[in-house]
């Protein structure tokens, strides 16, 4: 009868795509192939999930068939219980269905086993793949970025006191039970040597923890080898099926974080340090103290360090700590001995034109800052990428992110670290853009906004519609003023690089400051005639004049010295900027950086960290200190699209700000500059 009703359902649903009820009802009908199409999936279902209840029965005790019309029934008398899962209408059907051919405890173990095969085993399965998704891209991702972020320091941990722990496992006797398992089924030679290296081991975890710590690629690869050796060694020795247990999970864990260890760099690239080495010699002094305790009734005899027996265990654990205490020498000796790192130096010109190379491959125009020469320089180990920072005080600030390979912007950001905190200082990152935080937080610093920085998009930049009225008038004032411009490139420089040292010295005089350094260019002879120039003319002679950052990509332009006499004309400025965005547009650029409004773009919420509040403070209520406001509105003219840029430091409360002041001094040139103007 219900095959004949679907036969019947399928037929209306072939000849017709509605059905009207009682004259007043219209039911839309899905289309015959879907029909059978779950009439197919469906019998398909019953028949597979019969299938699993029959394999859990005693082979032969009935016949497939038969459980497949039972298990049919019964399934369409659940649902219509309405139970959840038809929970013991189902099982009271089958009992009585089949109660005759298979004895009543076996059928109801099948049953029980069914349920968990079918219902919680996908069940299972699916709140695993729901948590899956919701720690990789639902509401619980931040959590689980958190965790991953944390995992090097909590597997530093991990490894640290599974090294403690193998260590003492080297001092300590075996149960006499594991000793007599051990002498029938074991060589004595393997359980000696495994003793011993379990010692050993023990000691490199310890070295190993300090390079998780900084997240390097061979750390992670020696804690794994030496975690799966390690379980085995401590179970020919000892049958520490517990510190086995430990050492696989700790295995275990290393292979679910394999992408937060991705630094390139050997174990010993940089030395140990003495707090680590106080550390190990005193983890070792413990373990000296806890054989003489565990062993204070055995007499002392020379012939112990050879005695090789089952039993032994004193002599065991003497020559196993000894060979900890030499190796722990060893690494104090290497690290004492060690040359000391020679401070590094400004570049020399060598250096620059090998930075130029590099510069010239980048989206970024700011990269051409490095070009100055008053900034020292920190290559990558291939040589491809550099860092380019400052020192003051004990802050080492680090200018915009790593220039290069992308691939290679974490290796010298932890190599930065690195270097500045082994001499004490506080290390830093300043003007970093928001697409490379996430190699900072990974670092364990925190980022603060520092304003934002604003870019022209060139492909449709245009001075038509009212947006650029403004610029518009500027234009056509500067024209009726007798402005011209001119782009003067770097081989015709020399000529003219004496009236261009004229115009900048009236432009400092004017502004009664000096020569700004670090993050903004000086009117350095060699730094000028590097790059191209844009002058102004008012008739026959010079009156402005801006020094340009640009690479060879025609990503990014920029402009980084901006002078002009005191007697141009107002709108110089303006027409200068028009100029260079219309010239770059011309030669294909993408955009044309106007550089940064600082404290700009701080978020005015209630809620806003006390950082943003501050800095809106400053903001508004500081134009007798700085043009903040002035500086933006300026920038505005050109409707431009603003990206954050952040400081990058290590801890809060006063840190940021100690940086900033060190900062400031580096740009001043000095801390009288900081207070001048």
Known sequence: MILLAHAVFWLLCRTRDRLTLAGRYTLQLPQANLVLQQL?????????????????????????????????IAIMLGILSHLPGGLGVFEAVMLFALGDHV???????????YRAIYYFLPLALALVALAGYELRSGVAAPLARAAANLSPLLLAGFTLVMGV?????????NADEASRLLARHVPLPLVEASHFLGSLSGLALLVVARGMLRRLDAAWWAGLCIALLGAVLVIIKGLALIEAAALVLLALALLASRRQFHRKASLFAHPLSPGWLVAMGAIVAFMIGVLFFVYRDVDYAHELWWRLEFDSDAPRSLRASLAVAICTLVLALRHLFKPARQPLALPDDDTLD????????????SACLALMGDKKLLFSRSGSSFLMFGQHGRSWIALTDPIGLPAEQPELIWRFLELAREQGGRPAFYQIRPQALTHYLDAGLRAYKLGEEAHVPLADFSLKGSARANLRHGMNRAERDGLSFELVRAEHLPALLPELR?????WLAAHNTAEKRFSLGAFVDDYVLRQSVAVVRHGEHLVAFASLMCTA????????????????????????FVRLIQH????????????????????AHPLAPAWHRVGRLLFTNGEQFYNFQGLR??????????????????????APLMVLADTAVLISGGLKGVFAK
């Open 502 to 506: 004229r115009i900048s010295d009236a």
């Open 553 to 576: 990509q025609k990503t990014e332009a920029s402009i980084d010295l901006m002078r002009h006499l005191p007697t141009a004309p107002g709108s110089t400025m303006d027409f200068l």
């Open 354 to 365: 090998r930075v130029a190379g590099i510069v010239a491959t980048q989206p970024a125009a």
């Open 633 to 654: 509105a300026f920038k505005e003219k050109f409707d431009p699209v603003w990206e954050a840029r952040y400081l990058a430091v290590a801890g809060g409360g006063l």
């Open 584 to 603: 770059f547009q011309a030669e294909g650029f993408a955009r044309f950086n106007l550089g940064m409004a600082p404290l700009s773009g701080m978020a």
């Open 165 to 173: 722990v193998l260590l003492l496992s080297g001092v300590t006797p």
């Open 103 to 113: 004895p009543t405890g076996t059928l109801a173990a099948a049953l029980l086993l």
């Open 40 to 72: 197919l999936i469906s019998a398909l279902d019953i028949l597979a999930s019969a299938a699993v209840l029959w394999l859990l029965l005693p082979s032969g005790s009935v016949d497939f068939a038969v459980l497949a019309t039972w298990y049919a």
